[in-house]
């Protein structure tokens, strides 16, 4: 099946920096979404970007289709960004079940 | 704006018990699937539907059986329950728009089962 690498695993921040999240995958897609899921275990969507640059207040997210990898840009980060980070990627060739990265674990400090 | 709602939220059982999950997708959503997430691992497909019909499994225990009903609601059922059960279960429903187009997969809140 697909594989999903992000990176970095874990990411310590101080609150006003800024981050970039990788996410690497094995195989053509058709669909990407990135996650946050809070410490309360909710997974929230930030963005489905299949290919493509979109931008949702201080975060962005850049899928390049052909080279296979995705980013996810924080800017200006605050402790409320803390949590973890997931890349999930699909294919309808799957019947559309989402195949999820590893995740990064952000932390971020005062 | 509505969105997926899963019950319980919350929910302890017993070993060899049995547990029903519950999922109302979003209004107009015709694709239900469900997800496992063990403790500190990312969620893992169990299965899905389409229109009713079992569209795709995963890694689901033949203890564990789903339905989608013609409400579109969907059921998982696990029986013999293991401590190794214990996790997040979500659901996540989609408007399906064919096989060539893919459209955004909206995540509930999830259920913690805990099994002792």
């Known amino acids: 099946g697909i594989q999903v690498e992000q990176s970095p695993p874990d990411l310590i921040l101080q609150e006003g920096a800024n981050s970039t999240l990788r996410c690497n995958f094995s195989d053509s897609v058709n669909n990407l979404q990135w996650f946050h899921q809070n410490p309360w275990g909710q997974l929230i969507n930030l963005f489905y970007?299949?290919?493509g640059t979109k931008q949702n207040g201080r975060l962005s997210a850049t899928t390049v289709a052909t080279e296979r990898y995705s980013l996810l840009y924080i800017s200006s980060s605050q402790t409320t960004d803390s949590g973890v980070y997931f890349c999930?990627?699909?294919?309808?060739?799957?019947?559309?079940?989402?195949?999820f990265g590893t995740g990064t674990r952000l932390q971020v400090t005062l | 704006a509505a969105g997926v709602i899963q019950s319980p939220r919350h929910l302890i059982k017993e070993k060899r018990e049995t547990a029903t999950l519950k999922c109302y997708p979003i209004?107009?959503?015709?694709?239900v699937y469900w997800y496992q997430q063990g403790p500190g691992q990312d969620p893992q497909f169990l299965i899905s539907f389409y229109e009713k019909m079992q569209s795709d499994k995963g890694s689901i225990p033949d203890r564990f059986s789903a339905q989608q009903f013609s409400d579109y609601h969907s059921e998982l059922n696990m029986s013999s329950l293991e401590l190794g059960d214990s996790a997040l279960y979500f659901c996540a429903s989609q408007r399906d728009r064919g096989r060539r187009t893919m459209t955004t997969q909206y995540f509930g809140p999830g259920t913690r089962l805990t099994v002792l």
């Open positions: 209004p107009r959503h015709d694709t």
């Open positions: 970007i299949p290919s």
């Open positions: 999930a990627v699909g294919w309808t060739g799957t019947a559309s079940k989402l195949t």
